[in-house]
């Protein structure tokens, strides 16, 4: 292994004048496995598992707030970050509509995810997800990639890297934001106002009823679950970029088991109507387009490598200046990507 060099070139994204890889590849797959349509189905069972977890975070909030103090950021980090993970993953669900036929159920199932997140987000993530997904890797229009000036306060600095990714929570919240600056697009709207005034009337009766140690539990929990915690990998591992040869990665690690196999973060990104539990089925009917794409089996792994690797940073993302909408794609090239000579810091290999 040859030691890493701290570059001394300006930090810049990727960029790639080509299409988006996954419209192509949704339209091949259809063509070499007509049956992968089947696995575009509804799965009510979501709002079970919503309810589940959701009374079971509050009832393991009720108990923790009654312990020591010291034995909630224990008990938040150790269990409470998986649950409202797991939680986050169902509103990601409701966001795409897999539960439910009605649109308005399945936003009113995304808010009742919140409960036991603590903050109002259903509304606002599930705006500027849709957009993610409509415009992958276009700067002004992906609510995903960060603004430049967070990703040149983070630069390549190991521990600006890690106060990041511990403050990802923060950064997540901020980023309906960022198409209001570029865009003009207006963050508030009734669904999102509906969402707040809920979410803060739940707070209010966490703090009333259950006290403030659990209050502190689950705010916590989420805060872990989006941040330094081995579930933070998944936020950089989906499209932060080791390849510059892919926009999207995958994870089939064990933590997928407690997380509605979010990890299958590719396969999603090809058929967004597939729910969470046909998403393996999906990998598993055509290894042909998956298995020789790089991926992860170590959420852990991701995070340590995102901090102390010089050439990762915020802007470790392929960017598509001139990307195709996806109403009309172009079809996919075969020639080898184009990369800035000053993007070094995505440059990494799994």
């Known amino acids: 292994m040859g030691l890493w060099i701290l570059s001394t070139e300006p930090l810049d994204f990727i960029y790639r004048d080509d299409a988006i890889e996954h419209f192509q590849r949704r339209r091949d797959i259809f063509a070499a496995h007509p049956d992968a349509r089947k696995l575009?189905?509804?799965?009510?069972?979501?709002?079970?598992?919503v309810v589940g977890l959701g009374a079971l975070q509050f009832a393991v909030a009720f108990y923790i707030g009654r312990t020591h103090?010291?034995?909630i950021p224990i008990a938040a980090y150790l269990f409470g970050a998986f649950v409202n993970h797991a939680l986050y993953v169902l509103m990601h669900e409701?966001?795409?509509d897999t539960p439910f036929e009605k649109q308005s159920w399945n936003r009113v199932l995304?808010?009742?995810?919140?409960?036991?997140l603590m903050f109002p987000s259903a509304m606002g993530f599930r705006k500027y997800h849709l957009m993610h997904h409509k415009y992958l890797g276009q700067y002004e229009r992906d609510p995903d990639v960060v603004m430049r000036a967070e990703a040149e306060w983070m630069g390549n600095s190991t521990w600006r890297k890690a106060l990041w990714v511990a403050c990802l929570s923060v950064s997540q919240m901020m980023r309906p934001y960022k198409e209001k600056v570029l865009l003009g697009m207006p963050v508030m709207d009734r669904w999102t106002a509906a969402n707040m005034i809920v979410q803060v009337l739940v707070d209010l009766a966490v703090l009333y009823f259950l006290g403030i140690g659990a209050?502190?539990?689950?705010?916590l929990s989420t805060v872990f679950a989006l941040g330094l915690h081995p579930l933070g990998g998944?936020?950089?591992?989906?499209?932060?970029?080791?390849?510059?040869?892919?926009?999207t990665y995958s994870y089939y690690g064990i933590l997928n088991r407690v997380s509605f196999n979010m990890g299958y973060h590719v396969e999603h990104h090809d058929f967004a109507n597939v729910p969470w539990n046909n998403l393996p089925?999906?990998?598993a009917m055509a290894p042909e387009f998956y298995d020789n794409r790089s991926s992860y089996r170590s959420w852990t792994w991701v995070v340590l490598n995102f901090i102390f690797n010089p050439k990762m940073s915020a802007y470790s993302r392929i960017i598509h200046p001139h990307a195709a909408p996806p109403a009309a794609p172009r079809k996919a090239r075969?020639?080898?990507?184009?990369?800035?000579?000053?993007?070094?810091?995505?440059?990494?290999?799994?």
């Open 40 to 49: 575009i189905a509804k799965s009510p069972w979501t709002a079970a598992w």
């Open 69 to 71: 103090w010291w034995i």
């Open 94 to 96: 409701c966001v795409h």
């Open 110 to 116: 995304g808010i009742c995810c919140d409960f036991a």
């Open 215 to 219: 209050f502190a539990y689950l705010l």
């Open 234 to 247: 998944r936020w950089i591992q989906e499209h932060y970029a080791t390849d510059v040869k892919q926009d």
């Open 281 to 283: 089925k999906l990998k």
């Open 334 to 350: 075969p020639a080898a990507p184009t990369v800035r000579a000053d993007s070094a810091a995505a440059e990494g290999a799994i």
